[in-house]
């Protein structure tokens, strides 16, 4: 039987506009085994694992567990863990990181503040500093979530990592296991689907000089999935791959149907039209799902520039 990687990459089901949302990410290492749902089930105390899933709803922040690629034996408890926290939004875009020996510090951290782009109570409250080494390239490996991202991710982060490649973290779960082997890569939390090694490293280069690469990405997580596929795809129309230049300013209508409006920090303004499409023929969305599905996908029907009065008018 075919995996759902191999028949969304045969069906050419589009990745833009499949990331996933999270203005703000914050990342634990934990090593050893992880299960479909790792903040439960890991080597990560479950109190703390539910008390970290429910203090970050509704904030904007997604937790998330990360460790070095290689092998995962049953390693027990690390006397200390690096924690990273990333904001995602344009124009206060950051990477800050550290380290902890008790991660239930982390129930300390103002998540609201967290996810509105405040990095005070990261650096106060766990003595967080800004990231001064390479971007972050985090590869989905949870095959106890999709067999996919243990297959496919797995191989890609050793990869990455005996290359030489700094900032290789394998994460526990990005979504979207059909487009594996995925990345999101920090700090501007552009995430990426279908990827090689070779890809990866021309990404990651891209991401040093604060630029973005547009092939096989699958969104922004800054922005709903609407924002995503239309910035996208003004990026491909006007040719802009710097890193910060586009955000969306504002997103009415509701499914199937959005008008997103987009800035430039140039001054340009553009309104996208998003339809949201289902995806035929049905396919697995999961190697692990008993039925198919039609998964949603983001088509842009409609750009337009708008003139400056007509941007400021909203």
């Given at each position: 039987m075919?995996?759902?990687?191999?028949?969304s990459?045969?069906?050419?089901?589009?990745?833009s506009?499949t990331?996933?949302?999270?203005?703000?990410?914050?990342l634990?290492?934990?090593?050893?085994?992880?299960?479909?749902?790792?903040?439960?089930?890991?080597?990560?105390?479950?109190?703390?694992g539910r008390?970290?899933d429910?203090?970050?709803?509704?904030?904007?922040?997604?937790?998330a567990?990360?460790?070095?690629?290689g092998?995962?034996?049953?390693?027990?408890?690390?006397?200390?863990?690096?924690v990273?926290?990333?904001?995602?939004?344009?124009?206060?875009?950051?990477?800050h990181g550290?380290?902890?020996?008790?991660?239930?510090?982390l129930?300390?951290?103002?998540?609201?503040?967290l996810?509105?782009?405040?990095?005070?109570?990261?650096?106060?409250?766990?003595?967080?500093?800004?990231?001064?080494?390479?971007?972050?390239?985090?590869?989905?490996?949870?095959?106890?979530?999709?067999r996919?991202?243990?297959?496919?991710?797995?191989?890609?982060?050793?990869e990455?990592?005996?290359?030489?490649?700094?900032g290789?973290?394998e994460?526990?779960?990005?979504?979207?296991?059909?487009?594996?082997?995925t990345?999101?890569?920090?700090?501007?939390?552009?995430v990426?689907?279908?990827?090689?090694?070779?890809?990866?490293?021309?990404?990651?280069?891209?991401?040093r000089?604060?630029?973005?690469?547009?092939?096989?990405?699958?969104?922004?997580?800054?922005?709903?999935?609407?924002?995503?596929a239309?910035?996208?795809?003004?990026?491909?129309?006007?040719?802009?791959?710097?890193a910060?230049?586009?955000?969306?300013?504002?997103?009415?209508g509701?499914a199937?149907?959005?008008?997103?409006t987009?800035?430039?920090?140039d001054?340009?303004?553009?309104?996208v039209?998003?339809?949201?499409?289902?995806?035929?023929?049905?396919?697995?969305?999961?190697?692990?799902a008993?039925?198919?599905?039609?998964?949603?996908?983001?088509?842009?029907?409609?750009?337009?520039a708008?003139?400056?009065?007509?941007?400021?008018?909203?």
């Amino acid at each position: 039987m075919s995996t759902c990687s191999a028949v969304s990459g045969d069906l050419d089901e589009p990745v833009s506009g499949t990331a996933p949302v999270a203005r703000t990410w914050l990342l634990l290492e934990q090593p050893g085994p992880w299960g479909a749902k790792a903040l439960t089930s890991s080597h990560l105390d479950t109190a703390l694992g539910r008390a970290l899933d429910a203090a970050v709803k509704g904030t904007g922040v997604r937790v998330a567990l990360v460790r070095r690629p290689g092998r995962h034996a049953d390693q027990g408890t690390p006397a200390e863990r690096t924690v990273y926290a990333a904001h995602t939004v344009p124009g206060n875009v950051w990477l800050h990181g550290t380290t902890i020996k008790d991660p239930r510090r982390l129930l300390e951290l103002d998540f609201a503040a967290l996810g509105r782009g405040d990095h005070h109570t990261f650096d106060s409250v766990l003595d967080g500093r800004p990231h001064t080494g390479d971007p972050l390239a985090l590869v989905c490996t949870n095959g106890k979530r999709d067999r996919c991202c243990a297959l496919l991710g797995r191989p890609l982060a050793a990869e990455l990592a005996a290359s030489g490649a700094d900032g290789v973290w394998e994460v526990t779960h990005l979504g979207g296991h059909r487009f594996s082997p995925t990345v999101l890569v920090l700090p501007h939390g552009y995430v990426y689907g279908r990827v090689q090694a070779h890809t990866v490293k021309q990404i990651l280069h891209s991401a040093r000089e604060d630029r973005i690469v547009v092939e096989g990405c699958r969104g922004s997580s800054a922005w709903e999935r609407p924002g995503q596929a239309a910035e996208l795809a003004i990026r491909s129309a006007v040719g802009e791959d710097t890193a910060e230049a586009l955000t969306v300013v504002r997103t009415d209508g509701a499914a199937p149907r959005w008008e997103v409006t987009l800035a430039h920090r140039d001054g340009r303004h553009w309104r996208v039209t998003v339809v949201q499409g289902a995806s035929a023929p049905p396919r697995p969305e999961s190697c692990g799902a008993s039925v198919l599905g039609s998964p949603a996908r983001m088509e842009v029907t409609a750009m337009r520039a708008l003139p400056l009065a007509a941007a400021l008018a909203g």
